[in-house]
């Protein structure tokens, strides 16, 4: 790999756009929130919950459901977006719903609903993969019990070049491979791995392995915001 291909916007093929941000409490009402902002990419998560189970029926007497509504708000993209629920989100919803089960004790917490709101604010690509890490904040931040933390992005290839964090301009060349992933960094579970594009065996392995190097930078910042927010207690 050329270290110096300098990619439309500036950056090393190893960088996450820029800002790369993450903020815990955006939303006061609810139990939890984080925002999630990557380049032009920015995303918010709200969690309701642990609560009762409306409607009754959907209850499950060992453990709490886990529901996740991934939406895309009109003006986040540059065409208008016909608002409401489709197939695509739908599927998104779907797959962080799935990746979050894995780290999610609910056990803990049966009889309940655990309700997870991700609204895409602005879209420039990389949405699903900022949504999943700032669930997994807002996860924490309404203080449910978990085995970890989700850091989730994408890496791919560019014009032959293996990079990380797509942008929607990266993502529309021709012949791109964009490989949505998100791991579990104590256990190295894979949680998400999508891919569009066509690519040989030792190039999806090149870009899994750029895509962990991304997850871990992001772990480390969504470690630090954590800390900045709950330091105090966790020394306790
Ligand atoms: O956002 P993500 O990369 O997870 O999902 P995608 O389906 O690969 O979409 C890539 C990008 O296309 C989005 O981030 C938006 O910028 C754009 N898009 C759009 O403009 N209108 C849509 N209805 C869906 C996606």
Redesign the pocket.
Known sequence: MSRKFIRNDGRKPEELRRPYKIKLGVVPRANGSALVQSGK?IVMAAVYGPKKVIPKHLEDQEKAILRCRYN?ITFS???R?KPGPDK?SAE?SKLIENALSNVVMLEEYPRTAIDIYLEVIQ???????AALTAASLALADAGIAMKDLIPST?AGRVNGHIVLDLN?EE?DVEDAI?L?FAYIPSTKEVVLLQM?GIADIEEIEEIIEMAKKGCDKIYEMQIKAIKEKYGSYLEE
């Open positions: 990419t895309m993209v540059k065409d977006k695509r998104i879209a420039d690509a990389g949405t699903r993969v994408a929607k993502e964009d949505p569009d």
